[in-house]
């Protein structure tokens, strides 16, 4: 199972919310490279990297930390928050993004969407499904649509996308567990999926139960961050 840290970014620094909600904003480190080098450090080869001010303002504004961390690390990252156009879609790439991660326009304006898939490959994206009771949010978790989580993901599996993140926006920044049966589900649905679980992690054992249950890979925030998760703890999972 993949082990994929992630740094939020507000302001240039790396931050969690809980629930998505950008009232409850803790600054952790206020500077995301110097975080993204521990990681490297640990052995960790991915990182989830999430333009948060981006997100909300519906374009990319920390594309220069991206930059930052792509050229001083060899992380593989994917880079999402506010990517709208395809030239910001370029913008993310040239700047060393591997992978774009797509979820509101993925659900608001999915043939501009495919276009992308088309042009760059599935390869190149993360498809990210943001769910608050099996429907899928939008908009940095602020809007929930009445679309179900399956039919979103059966749909892009049809366009060539497996690589899937799913987050349970109840589950997020609390420490309380991952949503393991929603992620049963999906992957019973999708066997072919690679499903990236996100949200609610909170120990190694949660680590374990993911893994069990056929995940592919595993978003971990504010566990690492908190101390409930040391990266000396993520080394029998890294490959």
């Known amino acids: 199972m993949e082990i994929i840290p992630a740094i939020d970014l507000i302001d240039g620094k790396c931050v969690r919310l809980t629930q998505g909600d950008y009232a409850q904003k803790t600054i952790y480190n206020e500077n995301p490279l110097e975080v993204a080098k521990q990681f490297e450090d640990a052995g960790i080869k991915r990182l989830h990297l999430v333009d948060l001010d981006g997100a909300k303002k519906g374009e990319v504004v920390n594309l220069a930390v991206l930059e930052k ?11 999402g928050g506010g990517i709208k156009k395809e030239e910001t879609l370029t913008s993310v790439f040239n700047a060393g993004a591997d992978l774009a991660t797509i979820g509101s326009l993925a659900v608001k304006e999915p043939e501009l969407f495919y276009s992308w898939v088309e042009k760059y490959g599935a390869g190149k994206f993360l498809l990210g ?21 399956f039919d979103f993901i059966a749909g892009y599996l049809k366009q060539g ?21 929603l992620y049963k589900k999906i992957i019973e649905k999708n066997p072919e999926i690679n499903l990236i679980a996100s949200g609610g992690v909170s120990s190694v054992k949660d680590l374990e ?5 056929g995940c592919y890979g595993v978003i971990i925030g504010k566990a690492i961050y908190e101390g409930k998760i040391s990266l000396n703890e993520l080394s029998s999972f890294l490959r």
């Open 161 to 181: 996308l497996k690589n899937i993140f799913c987050t349970d926006i109840s589950k997020d920044g609390l420490l309380q567990g991952p949503s393991i049966d």
């Open 129 to 149: 499904a943001d769910v608050k009771n099996e429907k899928i949010a939008v908009g940095g978790w602020l809007e929930t649509t009445g679309l179900s989580v």
């Open 69 to 79: 961390i792509s050229n001083d690390t060899n992380l593989v990252i994917d880079f």
């Open 209 to 213: 139960v993911l893994k069990n249950n």
